[in-house]
């Protein structure tokens, strides 16, 4: 174990680099403190009575735990004119996130695997043109699509948020499995083919068997993405079918009554319970998909 | 590279040759309706006088001649540029601090790691919202501070219009900045230890060894966490609306929350679809030669 230290820059000899060992901790401790601050913050404000924030600081930490806040946040908070909590908006979301994550996923594997293991004239060209799509600022089809939305009847609805979220998934979707097939052997197609199976056989039989990996890494992606998005939950949708994200602000920014703070953070901390989840459960596929999220795979 | 066995002319067989491109067509219309004719839309409103309802009379450049007139506009824009150098600054410097002492063979990597990530997995949203509260001059920080003794310390910076911008900074680096640390981890685990070896033997200083031969083999890993968090910067608007909401007045309006603003709110389509196509060209201007210096690279 000793020996296999000598690849690392830092290695342990004599004082000096003891003390250097203390002072790297102290700075990842540093940090891990200012990225949990936030988070300890809001659990603890959550779980306070107003009285109680209003006599305390920041970090004083609850005296006596109060959930009030939580069950306010969840079904009798006021969004808008609505005082149902969170609860219907979060249903909301799971109805528009499950599909939208499902079908940008499966369009997106059957794309990547059509553009890399069945390349035809033009293939890279398609793929190109449908990847610059995953980078565009969505200010500049936000007009156009809620007018396709009204002429669709969609205006406003669960099913439009779907259909908008699969449209512009759809290219990080073929992304992450343009990446993925590219490193799967071409031979293992060719001898299937050999054996007589076709485009869809070796798809289902072969391909999708071992991208099981490729999967979970899109769907976490597409999961965070779709859940967390604000933009065309705001612009798209009105009152009743406004996904959580948007509840969420509603409730934080309303102008009216008094300013309940626990009430936002336990609303903030249940909006983002989903993705946190995620997060925490399978945390390596997540962090695999941002960096394919860096174009390169 | 579809290879079937030569053999006469078969209905079945042609199709089954041209699956690929019929499964791949629909998405790629898709794509061309959606992404690209969804553009054309904007760009072409952007040259007419559109107003409440979007009109096709073409009239030239008169849009984006009342967009630069609009003082709003500039503010927009100059918060944009404060917003987007600080975040990729202090990002990228964070970043690079964290991924270099977490490569020192540090035990718990994986839990500091979780922990330095998880801000990322969280919507701008929620973000917004608890930052929003601790930054809040009456409960926030500074009664803590002052709490703590220093009677005289003020931080009222999300409700004073020249600072409330550095608050939106605060905020995104809270969350972007494990993004940063995981980009430039991933490329310090991809350089060759051979090459680091060589350099102790060498004598060379851990100091010496980073900045003259880890750093720039890492330029690459620079150019693409620079892009992607310019890219995270000119499209930020969540931030923007759950933390200051564009104010106080516009003083942190930035150009997508002003897109907004006037699309939605103001009902001046014109303006709205000129200053999108800003924001477009913006985008094209940064990501177009990364994407297709990547692309070659991977071709």
Known sequence: MRARRTSGIVRPKGLRSTLMRALLFAVLGLFCLYYLVPLVVMVSTSLKTLAEIREGTLLSLPRAISFEAWAKAWDSACVGVRCDGLRPFMWNSIAMAVPAVLLSTALGAINGYALTKWRFPGADWIFALILFGAFIPFQVILLPMARTLGLLNLAGTVPGLILVHTVYGLAFTTLFFRNFFVGVSNGIVQAAQVDGAGFFGIFFRIVLPMSIPAIVVTVIWQFTQIWNDFLFGVAFTVGDSNPVTVALNNIVNTSTGVKEYNVDMAAAIIAALPTMLVYVVAGAYFVRGLSAGAVKG | ?299
Do not use: C
Request: proline residues 5%.
């Open chain 2, 1 to 299: 590279m579809a290879r079937s066995p030569i053999s006469q002319f078969s209905p079945a067989r042609w199709l089954e040759r041209r699956l690929p491109v019929i499964v791949v067509s629909p998405l790629f219309a898709l794509s061309l309706f959606f992404v690209y004719g969804f553009i054309a839309w904007t760009a072409y409103i952007s040259f007419t006088p559109s107003g409440v309802m979007p009109v096709y009379d073409f009239q030239g450049l008169a849009q984006y001649e009342r967009l630069w007139a609009t003082p709003r506009w500039y503010v927009a824009i100059k918060n944009l540029f404060i917003f987007s150098s600080l975040f990729i600054a202090i990002s990228m410097a964070i970043g690079i601090l964290l991924a270099i002492l977490l490569d020192q063979r540090v035990r718990a990597e994986g839990l500091i790691r979780t922990v330095y990530l998880y801000p990322m997995a969280l919507s701008f949203i929620v973000t917004g919202t608890v930052w929003k509260w601790m930054l809040n001059p009456g409960l926030g920080l500074q009664r803590l501070m002052r709490e703590a003794g220093f009677e005289n310390f003020t931080f009222d910076w999300l409700v004073n219009s020249h600072y409330a911008i550095y608050t939106l900074v605060i905020a995104a680096v809270w969350q972007s900045s494990g993004y940063a640390m995981a980009l430039f981890l991933a490329g310090l685990r991809s350089v060759d230890d051979e090459i680091l070896k060589a350099a102790a033997v060498d004598g060379s200083s851990p100091w010496k060894t980073y900045t003259s031969i880890v750093l720039p083999i890492l330029r690459p890993v620079f150019l693409s966490t620079v892009i992607i968090l310019a890219h995270l910067a000119i499209k930020s608007f969540d931030l923007v609306v759950a933390l200051t909401g564009g104010g106080p007045g516009y003083a942190t309006d930035m150009p997508a929350t002003f897109m907004y603003a006037f699309a939605f709110q103001r009902s001046e389509l014109g303006v709205a679809a000129a200053s999108a196509t800003m924001m477009l060209m913006t985008i094209i201007a940064i990501i177009v030669p990364y994407l297709y210096s990547e692309l070659r690279k991977t071709a």
